[in-house]
């Protein structure tokens, strides 16, 4: 799909937002679920890099700046509403959720509890405080 056709076909929320799924390209697991406008999808399209809208924070995120665990582009699909986009990518540096797991969704229910499904890939509290300083 040609960027200014996908561009075209995206259909934001009142707030100008998209969903955006990111998918591992070669296992099919949803790893994270987060929000574009149509600056970061843009930014996405034209550097491969997968590049997001942070509601919390208001600004431009592009994944793995601080973390170093970066999400390449392979595929990029709209659903049939045009508005939710699945990105199938390539997670670099093993996890793609900021709390240190491969995926975002490492909790599932279990007897009525959640139960964590995986370990940390890596600690948040020791990559994020080491790049801020």
Not at 65 to 85: K, M, P, Y
Request: charged share 25%; aromatic share 8%.
């Amino acid at each position: 799909m040609e960027m200014n056709a996908l561009l075209q076909a995206v259909k934001y929320d009142a707030n100008g937002l998209v969903v955006a799924i990111a998918q591992d390209a070669e296992t099919g697991e949803i790893l994270m679920v987060a929000y574009m406008n149509e600056a970061t999808l843009r930014q996405t399209l034209e550097t491969g890099l997968m590049t997001y809208w942070s509601r919390s924070r208001q600004e431009v995120w592009v994944k793995g700046a601080t973390s170093g665990h970066t999400q390449e582009v392979r595929e990029v699909r709209i659903d049939c509403d045009g508005d939710v986009l699945l990105f199938k990518i390539k997670q670099n540096g093993g996890a793609a959720c900021h709390t240190g797991h491969r995926s975002c969704f490492y909790r599932k229910l279990e007897n009525g509890r959640l139960v964590e499904t995986e370990g940390l890939v890596f600690n948040p509290e020791q990559v994020y405080s080491q790049n801020n300083r």
